[in-house]
């Protein structure tokens, strides 16, 4: 008895400066008092942070002795063991009691709140009745369900009860409404609970004074898991800002693959049709932008000399995997490489032969119908292989030239102006490289 009286005594000895304990069931008293004068003095954070963590340590310590010296104590209950509070179920026991008082299930939380959240677990009403779930605490249910999200979607389902279809469709002068602005502020469950109910309304898709829907706002800022709630809760996929883009343009523009991949799963799962081959108001599908973007870091990527910094390297070569799985990413979502777009007739393959793009022409060349890819002319007769060979001073020419070649690109090919492509090779060292692939020689070099 005296040896766990000390244990307990030096546990808590730094810490109970002019404090007093009282050790339950123990009888006695210990009043230790600090002779020194107190002195102000401001602890950092983390020192603060440290202390309350030692302090629970030692609480917890304290705590398990206590109830080992009361376990010892009781020896008409030679089989009582110490139970620890765990966030697992309780075990099979009629005399165990909730540790906290059941609460009532608000009956005001509509039911497609609770029962709807995107990629988690749903609320049982057991779930909802025991919050001290949130608290590390056990209940007496056999399986815990409840996610952050799930209780996070409730908070926030409880603060909302008593807002009108019309206050949910107001909005600012810029156009916003309350939906907007949770989303652009990367507030998911606010604006699961708004989508929800302006989505029973059927508001869901009002748009701001740029024309962009709530969608549309969360594609622009990279939020994937509120593009995935939105469209749960029935947002349109195939609507259009006052620049002709869809959703998918925005990500395309922007890089934004994981955006684009929940797109392609969410309404994989729903159903929802999607346009994949929606034009913009520049004649641009999806696939056109994103090819356009990573043509743009290609350039930039080329023209870096030794004097640029690493950090600027490496963050042109991520923006290059970026768009590049925008890419790889439209095609899995039925995007086709032989759209052509409205302006000059260009497909995908001829905008990556205007930047000699061995990364992109490589991609497109693998695709089924790259035989016929190969072959097709924009509005002035131009092939992609033309458009290669008239390139000016690049260092990738030579190799594209030759790897259009092997995939079957006609150099007897002419355009609106009859002109092969040889004819329009550059002159210099490179160009006679060029035009002796295009004759047939060194193709297989």
Not at 17 to 35: E, K, Q, R, S, Y
Request: hydrophobic share 40%; charged share 20%.
């Amino acid at each position: 008895m005296s040896s766990l009286k000390d244990m307990i005594f030096d546990t808590l000895r730094p810490f109970l400066f002019c404090a007093h304990l009282c050790v339950f069931n123990c009888g006695l008293d210990f009043i230790i008092t600090d002779p020194r004068p107190s002195v102000h003095r401001r602890n950092t954070v983390k020192e603060l942070l440290m202390l309350r963590r030692q302090q629970t340590q030692n609480n917890n310590l304290l705590l398990y002795l206590f109830q080992k010296w009361k376990c010892s104590e009781e020896d008409n209950i030679p089989e009582h063991k110490l139970k620890y509070t765990r966030s697992e179920a309780f075990p099979n026991d009629s005399s165990l009691q909730p540790l906290t008082t059941p609460l009532a299930v608000n009956p005001n939380i509509p039911d497609y709140v609770l029962n709807a959240a995107p990629g988690n677990s749903l609320f049982t009403s057991q779930q909802l009745q025991y919050p001290s779930l949130l608290q590390g605490q056990a209940a007496p249910t056999v399986e815990v369900k409840m996610t952050l999200f799930n209780w996070q979607i409730q908070q926030e389902a409880m603060k909302m009860e008593g807002v009108s279809p019309e206050q949910l469709n107001m909005q600012d002068a810029d156009g916003d409404t309350f939906l907007h602005i949770a989303v652009a502020q990367g507030r998911r469950a606010l604006a699961y609970v708004l989508a929800a109910k302006m989505g029973l309304n059927g508001s869901l898709d009002i748009k701001e004074h740029n024309g962009q829907t709530a969608l549309q706002i969360a594609a622009a800022t990279n939020q994937h898991l509120i593009v995935s709630d939105l469209l749960v809760c029935g947002a349109k996929v195939n609507t259009q800002d006052l620049w002709g883009r869809s959703p998918l343009h925005v990500c395309a523009e922007k890089g934004y693959f994981p955006c684009l991949q929940s797109i392609c799963r969410t309404l994989t799962e729903t159903g929802q049709p999607l346009v994949v081959e929606m034009f913009n108001y520049d004649g641009l599908t999806p696939l056109h932008a994103a090819v356009l973007s990573h043509n743009a870091v290609i350039k930039d990527l080329r023209s870096l000399d030794k004097s640029t910094t690493c950090m600027a390297t490496e963050r042109q070569v991520k923006r290059r995997y970026m768009y590049l799985e925008c890419i790889k990413t439209l095609l899995h979502m039925g995007a086709s490489c032989e759209t052509k777009e409205r302006k000059s007739g260009r497909t995908c393959l001829h905008m990556a032969a205007e930047e000699a793009n061995m990364e992109l022409l490589h991609l497109f060349l693998e695709q089924p119908s790259f035989l016929s890819l190969v072959k097709q002319k924009t509005f002035s007769g131009n092939t992609a292989l033309h458009i290669v060979s008239s390139l000016q001073n690049h260092k990738a020419q030579v190799e594209a030239v030759r790897l259009l070649m092997r995939k079957g690109a006609d150099p007897g090919s002419r355009n609106s102006e009859n002109e092969l492509p040889s004819q329009l090779v550059p002159e210099g060292p490179t160009g006679e490289k060029v035009r002796r692939i295009l004759k047939g020689k060194y193709v297989h070099a």
